[in-house]
């Protein structure tokens, strides 16, 4: 069991960075694939980007040279880095666990955390 906490959503403008972190309590999720995703209202939840536990990296092409996944295994913690922030990006992000490869779809994961939302001005 791994229990998932979000946290350093908020409102920015565009162009402005900003850092998600997903907090883990429980057993460790060192062994298993993390990922991020992302839900606006009225659209699917979307895949973001996933790290496993060799630390390879996935991302969606909408965020591929603006977001950064990383993950601190000793800290149980995983980050968003999220850079040149667009209004496109406004929803709210969630932090998963429990995948055993990059997967870029949510019945992938068995973890999730309640979800921090952003919100991108222009």
């Known amino acids: 069991q791994v229990q998932l906490v979000e946290s350093g959503g908020g409102l920015v403008q565009a162009g402005a960075s900003m850092r998600l972190s997903c907090a883990a309590s429980?057993?460790?999720?060192?062994?298993?694939?993390v990922g991020w995703f992302r839900q606006a209202p009225g659209k699917e939840r979307e895949f973001v980007a996933a790290i496993n536990w060799v630390f390879s990296r996935y991302y969606a092409d909408s965020v591929k040279g603006r977001f950064t996944i990383s993950r601190d295994n000793a800290k149980n913690t995983a980050f968003l880095q999220m850079n040149s922030l667009k209004p496109e990006d406004t929803a709210v992000y969630y932090c998963?666990?429990?995948?055993?490869?990059?997967?870029?779809?949510?019945?992938?994961?068995?973890?999730w955390g309640q979800g921090t939302q952003v919100t991108v001005s222009s």
């Open positions: 998963a666990s429990g995948a055993t490869r990059l997967g870029g779809r949510p019945y992938e994961y068995d973890y």
């Open positions: 429980g057993r460790t999720f060192s062994s298993y694939a």
